[in-house]
């Protein structure tokens, strides 16, 4: 009689298979029919078999109008609708709803920042949410901002104290309430935003690093003077990166050393003028050096590491599309039951 055994991959075999899995970007489409695309950015943008379309239907169809797609770490996105939060593996289908902070439901509450991250010591996952009382005035001492995050593998919300900042009850950092959302940038296990001292009066780059659960505080390079909303923070190579717009060209800086201020260095400059879109924030670099951006809608491009346009194409002319990059994997979450 044939006995049948199961099929075994030894763990260092299984490591290589999902080292090779390909980068790739989930497009929503906001629109009145939703449409959720997954493209290749390893292959050519004119490759129509690196574009794949994808299935939220754990998602109610009526919920799709309100449907923000905010992060993603290690193959998981990181979507909100109405009063839920829902992370997704796209590759496998699963999926785990949890709820928004009760502080998020307050009508006075604004949130002002998200986060999604892992913690490779506890092996969990945290979502950070960071909002504030938009019925104070910021500049008052008594400023009540309250950085939250979830930890999956507890399955509960927990609030971080500040302690040395007298002035402040909570979070001593204030984001423009009016303002969409800012979705936090994830590097060296720590989540970054821009953010602005009132006791300071300045702009820096606030982090919460995952493993420690504590704040940390970077400021911007010398001689780098931009408004927040012509720059933002990005992954180039291997680097924590700058990108800043003006007059037709986007500058790239990078911090050459983590967490060391003059290692940072403006290493390109990108000329938009070729392409038929004044909005150009970069999103993420290739294996091969490349850099993809995007207009803020459907449309993306591509240049070589050397800043010369490569190629362009416009997948959907929506200006509310939106887009979040995430690499493919098979892993599951702590305590996931296998929810598809």
């Known amino acids: 009689m044939e006995k049948k055994t199961g099929l075994y991959l030894p763990h260092e075999l299984i490591i290589q298979i999902m080292l090779r899995l390909p980068v ?3 497009i929503r489409f906001k629109c009145v029919s939703l449409e959720t695309r997954s493209i290749d950015f390893e292959a050519s943008l004119n490759d129509d078999s690196a574009s794949t379309s994808l299935n939220l239907n754990f998602m109610p169809p009526e919920s799709y109008s309100s449907l923000e797609i905010k992060s993603s770490c290690r193959g998981f996105i990181v979507l ?8 997704w593996n796209p ?15 307050d009508a006075k509450y604004s949130c002002c920042l998200y986060g999604f991250g892992y ?12 909002s504030y009382n938009t019925s104070i005035d910021p500049v ?6 309250h950085l939250k995050f979830f930890s999956l593998r507890a399955n509960t919300w927990n609030e971080i104290e500040c302690p040395g900042f ?8 204030y984001m423009n ?7 936090g940038m994830l590097f060296n296990g720590t989540i970054h935003w821009f953010s602005f001292r009132h006791d300071l009066s300045m702009d820096v780059i606030v982090g919460f690093d995952l493993v420690e659960r504590k704040l940390l505080e970077m400021h911007f390079p010398d001689g780098f003077d931009y408004e927040p909303i012509d720059c933002d923070l990005w992954i180039f190579g291997e680097f924590l990166s700058l990108w800043a717009m003006e007059d037709g060209t986007v500058e790239i800086w990078v911090m050459k050393e983590y967490k060391v201020h003059s290692s940072w260095v403006k290493t390109l400059v990108l000329s938009i003028d070729d392409i038929s879109i004044e909005y150009y924030p970069p999103i993420c670099s290739t294996k091969s050096g490349g850099i993809i951006g995007t207009n803020g809608g459907g449309e993306l491009v591509k240049y070589d590491g050397n800043g010369q346009l490569l190629e362009n194409r416009s997948y959907f002319n929506d200006p509310c ?5 995430y690499t493919e994997s098979l892993l599951s979450l702590p305590g996931d039951s296998g929810q598809f």
Do not use: E, W
Not at 91 to 105: D, E, M, V, W
Not at 166 to 173: A, E, S, T, W
Not at 177 to 183: E, F, I, Q
Not at 321 to 325: D, H
């Open 24 to 26: 790739k970007s989930l």
């Open 80 to 87: 909100t609708c109405s009063s839920n939060i829902y992370l």
């Open 91 to 105: 590759s496998t289908g699963h999926h785990k709803q949890i709820p928004f902070p009760a502080s998020n439901l």
């Open 119 to 130: 913690d490779h010591l506890r092996d969990d996952y945290l979502v950070v949410s960071v």
């Open 140 to 145: 008052d001492d008594n400023i009540s901002s």
């Open 166 to 173: 007298v002035k402040y009850n909570h979070f001593p950092y």
């Open 177 to 183: 309430a009016n303002d969409d959302p800012k979705v």
């Open 321 to 325: 599309a939106l887009v979040v990059m």
